[in-house]
């Protein structure tokens, strides 16, 4: 089993329905051994439990394998409060559904139709009982795939992996790149990479490799330069976009042509994993700021915060410095982002690394439904900087502009 890919490059499946409808019997049956627990005890998966493998043709995929949603123990809401997060990391719903079941199972008809997601419904112990047609056409007309689940495996399997191959987000199907549409065939990129204390030892962060192996994939000529070479390296190489590190951004502007291309890392991973338009004009909503306003700063793992910590001290000092207001910083990190938003006057969300794009979307929503503006890290420094306009540029996003999307 390949577990060398991060999590939040995985396709993730959630596993959802009734205490004790076979949703871990599912996935060991799926994997072809036996990696979750299974009991005729109901809730015996009582948190969510995660399970990387890979599943040929698709690569590398996380289950979430939740506890039953119909759980009334003591620590039920809890595990509903989960499975509810889990819902919103997955790429494709998995709902499984008892063929016992005299009825139809509300809630999962509830997240077919309203989670926004593809659904595929397994209908378990059909080898026991038959599936109840009427209860298939229910969840069909709510929008799911549903499939049967019965011996033999192989068969079962090849309708499965063929469900999952129809409604695969377009994301997996033809992975979006990093320098889709911002560099001519054949162009010249610059990277401007800091090697100071912050930089890590021996080598390079995800997004700088990420970008080198996207150039040469595209069979650009990369150029990379710490920062105090920049104009040597525009002069001799007149690149057709620069790229630095959000740290120094006000360098790179203030060292590049006024007419050269130029961006930031963190942006670029803003384009392909969460959405770019909103996060832009959330950064713009540091213009509006007021004395007294509450700021929160998002965290998607409990890193250990350094002392000049970026989001705890170094974001929170320019922003003061830029807007001169009087405003509170609160951190959430982790599991902790609050279910209620409408305190905050902005929320700004670090580049969430450790996290897929579904999860990253998820929390731009929750802030839009909340009406409570949200950016990030490297677009709030830019913004606060006065570099945003010029480093979004090479993506057609003016901040007064409709929404663009990623292509
Ligand atoms: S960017 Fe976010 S998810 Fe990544 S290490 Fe920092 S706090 Fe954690």
């Known amino acids: 089993m390949k577990q060398s890919v991060p999590k939040s490059q995985r396709l ?8 004790n409808a076979g949703k871990s019997t599912l996935l060991n049956l799926i994997a072809g051994q036996p990696v979750a627990i299974t009991s005729p005890i109901a809730g015996t998966t009582t948190d969510v439990v995660e399970q990387a493998m890979e599943l040929r043709p698709f690569g590398p995929v996380l289950w979430l394998d939740t506890g039953g949603w119909d759980d009334t ?5 809890a595990r509903k409060e989960r499975t509810a997060k889990a819902l919103a990391r997955a790429d494709i719903i998995i709902g499984v559904a008892s063929s016992a079941n005299t009825t139809p199972d509300d809630e999962l008809l509830r997240v077919i139709r309203e989670s926004g997601k593809p659904v595929i419904v397994v209908m378990t112990h059909a080898d026991e009982t038959e599936p109840p047609a009427q209860q298939m056409e229910v969840y069909r007309s709510a929008g799911a795939q549903v499939l049967i689940k019965r011996e033999p495996r192989d068969t079962f399997l090849n309708h499965f992996k063929g469900a999952l191959t129809m409604v695969l987000p377009k994301e997996f199907v033809a992975p979006p790149e990093l320098l889709a549409g911002i560099v001519p065939p054949g162009g010249t990129v610059l990277q401007i990479i800091p090697i100071d204390s912050q930089a890590p030892k021996g080598r390079l962060i995800l997004p700088q490799v990420n970008v080198l192996r996207n150039a040469l994939d595209r069979n650009f000529i990369s150029v990379v330069v710490t920062e105090d070479r920049i104009k040597e390296a525009v002069e001799r190489f007149r690149p057709d976009l620069a790229i630095c590190d959000s740290q120094v951004v006000d360098r790179m502007i203030a060292d590049l042509p006024p007419d050269l291309p130029a961006t930031t890392y963190s942006i670029l991973m803003a384009r392909l994993k969460g959405d770019l338009p909103s996060l832009a004009a959330g950064a713009a909503a540091i213009r509006q700021l007021k004395d ?8 998607a793992c409990t890193h250990h915060a ?10 929170p000092a320019l922003i003061r410095k830029k807007t001169g207001k009087q405003l509170t910083f609160e951190v959430a990190s982790g599991k902790d982002f609050p279910n209620d938003l409408s305190r905050y006057a902005l929320i700004i969300h670090c580049g969430g690394c450790m996290i897929n794009r579904a999860f990253m979307l998820w929390r731009i929503d929750q802030a839009k439904q909340a009406t409570v503006p949200i950016t990030n890290y490297g677009v709030a420094i ?6 945003l306009d010029r480093v979004l540029q090479p993506f057609g996003i003016t901040l007064d502009a409709a929404p663009t999307t990623i292509n």
Do not use: M, N, W, Y
């Open 306 to 315: 350094a002392d000049e910590d970026i989001g705890r001290v170094k974001i």
């Open 292 to 299: 007294g306003d509450t700021i929160l700063i998002g965290e």
């Open 12 to 19: 993730t499946l959630a596993l959802v329905g009734k205490t």
């Open 382 to 387: 830019s913004e606060a900087q006065g570099v």
């Open 73 to 77: 123990t003591a620590l039920g809401e």
